[in-house]
């Protein structure tokens, strides 16, 4: 007997993440957390091991009046000052393509949102073969297939693969939702160069000659990029895309903003006219509403203040994080080829990954937790959180690892 509805997959979530912090916090317990090297938190932690909360964005949010804070949002698809400022602050005036922002839950929501009401049950969502976990659990609770595009070839994406699933999936059902996570890809750290989003821009046009194909670029770590000024100039590629073709970014306030907490984030649709944008906007309106209501009145004018009136403390702020993010991972990558330790090609963002085929894998995160390494496994490798380790654990740390998968 089962009182949840029929079709639904009653498997629990595998918490891949969540049961090694656990793991982590009970051996820090035993041996002292000077003898742990806790690599699996996904959050910014400074070098003291806390994690950060920008100053810049908590001092004006307590600033907040208490009847904003306690106050609906003005509208189901988000405050208007929130709703400018986001495309204000990922498109500004790289793009002339039609557009409309929708706040939502974090990007959680907005990736959600778009497997939720682009797809029909039965039908297939593209994704990468290393990815964040949610995009197949979306799938799934809408009873979505997945279809993977393999990430690499050697050290640069694999357009090929990248293709030819496309292709497939599109001869099969006549439409294509595929996410791409970039820059900044969750767990490799990898971003897509100019050429490569040209050669895919170019390459999705050609598929909308057999049906609507919606690109979801999930752009949550893009404020970490360690290019801040060229990050975001792939998007003005997207004015190429045909009739056909629609953009959904998905943006991510818990990273930029260091408040993950605060849940806000927004669904930025992008395409040729204002009128297929709209046809998007009303389906995801009546989701929201349907789901969430609104969002967090005080977390979207938060989002605005910082990001206009704060905003040269909040990027001197986080920009000091960008240079320890990239100290971390500078000297992980460095030892870590200088001993052998094979990783995926890592550009930047808030993980490395160690590239391994899934039964060595799994022998070696248990290795790893004996040795005090408290890592996340992922679809055919090891992901070490440069972004909550300190300097101090990461050094040696790549050799260590090395000795440790020689053991196997
Ligand atoms: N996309 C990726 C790749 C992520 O790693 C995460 C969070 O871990 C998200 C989206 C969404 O995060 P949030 O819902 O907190 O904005």
Not at 263 to 271: D, E, N, P, Q, T
Not at 272 to 299: C, G, H, M, Y
Not at 343 to 357: I, L, R
Request: glycine share 4%; net charge negative; hydrophobic share 40%.
């Amino acid at each position: 007997m089962s009182f949840v509805k029929r079709k639904v997959d009653k498997t629990p979530i595998e918490d891949t993440v969540f049961a090694i912090v656990k793991k982590a916090k009970e051996d820090k317990e035993r041996v002292g957390a000077e003898n742990v090297v806790d690599a699996t938190i996904g959050s910014l932690y400074n070098e003291e091991g806390s994690i950060v909360a920008f100053d810049s964005v908590f001092t004006p949010y307590n600033q907040i009046a208490k009847e904003t804070k306690a106050a609906y949002a003005s509208s189901f698809v988000g405050n208007e000052s929130f709703r400018k400022q986001v495309y204000e602050w990922v498109v500004g005036n790289r793009s002339a393509l039609a557009h409309s922002v929708i706040a939502t839950p974090g990007g959680t929501g907005a990736v959600a949102l778009s497997v939720q009401e682009i797809l029909d049950e039965g039908e297939t969502l593209v994704i990468p073969e290393i990815a964040w976990g949610s995009y197949r659990l979306m799938a799934a609770m809408n009873n979505v297939e997945v279809a993977t595009y393999s990430l690499f070839e050697d050290d640069h994406f694999n357009m090929k693969s990248f293709k030819e699933v496309c292709e497939k999936v599109m001869q099969k059902q006549k439409k294509l939702l595929v996410v791409i996570n970039d820059p900044c890809h969750n767990p490799t750290g990898y971003s897509l160069s100019m050429e490569e989003w040209k050669e895919i821009v170019a390459f999705l046009n050609s598929c909308a000659k057999h049906g609507e194909v919606v690109l979801l670029n999930d752009i949550a770590y893009i404020d970490y990029s360690y290019d801040l000024e060229h990050c975001r100039d792939y998007i003005s590629c997207f004015d190429a895309f045909d009739e056909k073709v629609m953009c959904v970014i998905a943006f991510s306030c818990s990273k930029s903003l260091t408040s993950y907490g605060l849940r806000c984030g927004a669904a930025i649709l992008m395409a040729k006219t204002q009128q297929l944008v709209r046809d998007v906007e009303i389906v995801f309106e009546k989701a929201a509403r349907a789901t969430w209501s609104n969002i967090p009145n005080a977390a979207m004018d938060n989002f605005t203040q910082v990001t206009t009136t704060n905003v040269e403390a909040y990027i001197k702020e986080k920009a000091k994080y960008i240079a320890l993010l990239k100290e971390r991972s500078d000297i992980f990558m460095k030892e870590a080829k200088e001993c052998g330790l094979a990783c995926y090609p890592y550009k930047e963002g808030f993980f490395v990954t160690v590239a391994m085929d899934n039964e060595t894998r799994d022998c070696y995160h248990e290795a790893l937790m004996k040795e005090h390494i408290f890592t996340v496994k992922v679809n055919k490798g090891i992901r070490v959180a440069v972004c909550s380790l300190s300097v101090t654990a990461i050094k040696g740390l790549a050799k260590r690892m090395k000795e440790i998968l020689d053991t196997l």
